[in-house]
């Protein structure tokens, strides 16, 4: 189900996935150029749903309004934290997105209060262009983070570093290829970073 979120910069569209019991809330944000039908937003969320977390994969409010150039980074971090506000309920709140996105949950990661930070695919550098690093972004989360990242990425490999989890997958800045790896990594990460205690499952009704 999806419904639209007010922004101070017109409004948001939050796409849902909920699951009974949730443990917590992973807010998840698209691409600069791409919408949250990405494969690796869809494979995060099939694992995290996997993992009793529930998702929102956030629109930002100029693609809702039919743009394909992004809006400034101001702009999207504060669409973005206006939004991860409205949807926040009782549950601990994870943020992440993949790429472009992966930057803005960065950048909000203080101003969320999300207790962790998953990058797919995070953007180092543009292509070819090294010394045009956007580590610092990575560097300045003070929770957990785990960034998935293809082998093969034209942007950029980020290192290692106290509190991040780098995951190396075949394949390039696309994510589409070993999936099931991704899965895994997220599912790992995502019970260390929101407790290994997973809701009770009810599917085989009582004892």
């Known amino acids: ?25 992973l807010v998840l944000g698209h691409g600069a150029g791409g919408g949250v039908t990405a494969p690796d ?5 099939q694992a995290a749903n996997a993992a009793g977390i529930g998702v929102a994969l956030v629109e930002q ?3 809702v309004a039919g743009r394909r150039s992004a809006a400034p980074a ?4 504060a669409a973005w934290t206006a939004v991860v506000d409205a949807i926040r309920g009782d549950a601990p ?20 209060g999300a207790i962790g930070i998953l990058c797919l695919a995070f953007p180092v550098h543009p292509p070819g262009r090294p010394e045009k690093t956007r580590l610092a972004e990575l560097d300045a989360v003070a929770v957990p983070v785990l960034v998935v990242q293809g082998g093969r990425d ?8 106290p509190g991040r989890t780098v995951a190396v997958v075949d394949g390039d800045h696309g994510l589409k290829k ?7 990594a997220i599912s790992d990460w995502l019970d260390r970073t929101a407790g290994a205690t997973r809701p009770p499952d009810r599917s085989a009704g009582p004892a």
């Open 61 to 63: 409010p100029y693609r």
């Open 178 to 184: 070993d999936r099931a790896l991704i899965a895994a």
């Open 93 to 112: 709140v994870l943020c992440g997105g993949r790429s472009a996105g992966a930057r803005v949950a960065c950048r909000t990661a203080e101003a969320t």
């Open 1 to 25: 189900m999806s419904r639209e979120v007010d922004t101070p910069h017109g409004p948001a569209r939050v796409h849902e996935h909920p699951v009974d019991d949730a443990r917590a809330l």
């Open 154 to 161: 034209p942007f950029g490999m980020p290192p290692e570093a």
């Open 74 to 77: 101001h702009q999207l971090d």
């Open 41 to 45: 937003l869809v494979t995060a969320t």
